[in-house]
């Protein structure tokens, strides 16, 4: 099985950086996940991490030490829009299943 | 457009009563999933089904039943059997082999009366 690990709430000015971190305990990893989540709706994919390093996209990285059993999301120039809730989601390595953590939720404030 | 579809957007349970969530999708994955989200809490896994025809229980099963007669349809039944049914519900798919990410629909939230 899994144990995810992330903060319960972040909040950071509008146009700043905030590093929300993740890290898990896991039988069989085959890759970490990053999902973006606003309120009453569904998660929306951000990023996918399953070898050692920095993913970036946009906006958005994503880092992972699989030694550690660490990952963090990065989000720079932050908007308003931004404010969202942010899951960390690790797959298993026999089955492909995801195992979610409780989510980051990140307010922006002006 | 290539998507997933849920229905209804909101449903509401009687005491007793059975309840049918609809999930659908076009994007020809083959792997689904039924995925459940109370506050505060990560999404935990009820079901999932890799092809068409089979599926196996997730981390929450009890209380739910799924079928899988078409790769685009995996519709869940709330059976009355499951005493705290409230919740949003989420559906989602996938590429059966690795590397593919899961895509979700935009969520059923049962209430109860």
């Known amino acids: 099985g899994q144990n995810i690990d992330q903060p319960t709430e972040m909040t950071a000015t509008e146009g700043a950086i905030v590093q929300i971190n993740c890290t898990y305990q896991?039988?069989?990893?085959?890759?970490l996940f990053w999902y973006q989540q606003h309120a009453g709706e569904a998660p929306t994919f951000l990023s996918y991490?399953?070898?050692?390093g920095l993913e970036e996209k946009g906006r958005f990285s994503s880092f992972l030490s699989r030694s550690k059993g660490y990952s963090y999301l990065l989000l720079k120039e932050l908007q308003m829009k931004d404010s969202a809730s942010y899951l960390c989601a690790v797959r298993d390595r026999d089955d492909y299943k995801l195992s979610f953590g409780a989510g980051t939720t990140v307010t922006v404030r002006a | 457009d290539g998507g997933i579809t849920q229905s209804p957007k909101y449903l509401f349970r009687k005491e007793g009563q059975n309840v049918t969530l609809s999930c659908e999708q076009n994007?020809?994955?083959?792997?689904m999933y039924w995925y459940r989200q109370d506050p505060g809490q990560g999404l935990r896994l009820i079901y999932y089904?890799?092809?068409?025809?089979?599926?196996q229980k997730g981390d929450i099963a009890e209380g739910y039943s799924v079928s899988r007669e078409k790769k685009e349809s995996f519709p869940l039944t709330v059976t009355s059997a499951q005493k705290n049914p409230t919740a949003f519900y989420l559906c989602?798919?996938?590429?059966?082999?690795?590397?593919?990410?899961?895509?979700f629909g935009p969520g059923t939230r049962l209430l109860v009366l």
């Open positions: 896991t039988s069989g990893f085959n890759g």
């Open positions: 991490n399953v070898l050692d």
């Open positions: 989602a798919s996938s590429s059966r082999r690795g590397g593919e990410t899961q895509y």
């Open positions: 089904s890799q092809i068409v025809n089979d599926f």
């Open positions: 994007l020809n994955h083959d792997a």
